[in-house]
């Protein structure tokens, strides 16, 4: 894993099938994915960089909305035409979310897990106070690091990466997520779509779920037993079935109703 990289990862046995999108957590990149792209291998995995992360640190976070409209036109310069298939974990969760709203005809199916969609609030809100104002301590992200189970070798370039993204960068991403509200016409949407947060998540994103599933009953609202937020590296195996399964047209079984 580097900090370049790539954001299109060719199949190395091609099977026809369709492209599958990655959107990335915040305060992090692409590079999260790493785990994901050898259950891949069948089909084009693109991971692009969300504004103001990964290669794109330069850029301000032009708010969810515009987010989204910048992966529809990111997704469409990698792929051919047609749509895809997307997931997004936390952030590019949320996004995930505003990308099938705004651009439903790119959009096959959509999986996410930790999609904030509730207003956040409490002991959360108060931790993102304190992640700011501790933003450049390198020991801060060392922390972080452990914190969400990351493996040894990615440690660094964790911290790395989130020493350059910019305080208001993830002030102003902090405060769009934060803010909570379904997407403005998302309940038109009418692709596949399974939502999932994990058992030991915070509260706020079971909720999300129930909030979710009553603007969208044709969704799938799943838990994910036993797993914190960031679960494509703290369950690789699982994470990696239950997409396999997603994109083949099923539910995993391992899932727990909501």
Known sequence: ????????????????HRPVVLLHGGNVANWMWDP???????RLAVTPHLPGFGARTAEPW??????????????RSLTEDGPVDVVGLSLGGVVALHLAARHPELVASVLTSGAAVE?????????????????????FWKGQAVAFGLPADSHELYVEHG?????????AMLADVYA???????AAYRGRMLLVAGGKEPAVLRRSLETLQRALPHAHTRIAPGMHHVWNVEDVEHWNAVQRSWLAGDVHPWLRTV
């Open 1 to 16: 894993m580097t900090a370049h990289f790539p954001e299109a990862h060719d199949p190395s046995s091609p099977a026809g």
């Open 36 to 42: 994901q792209l050898p259950a891949l291998a069948d």
């Open 62 to 75: 032009p708010g969810l909305a515009a987010a989204a409209d910048d992966m529809a036109a990111r997704i």
């Open 119 to 139: 207003r956040v609030g409490g002991a959360a809100r108060a931790t993102s106070g304190l992640q700011l104002a501790l933003w450049d301590k390198r020991w």
């Open 163 to 171: 020493l350059s993204v910019r305080r208001e960068t993830a002030r």
């Open 180 to 186: 909570g509200g379904v997407p403005d016409g998302l």
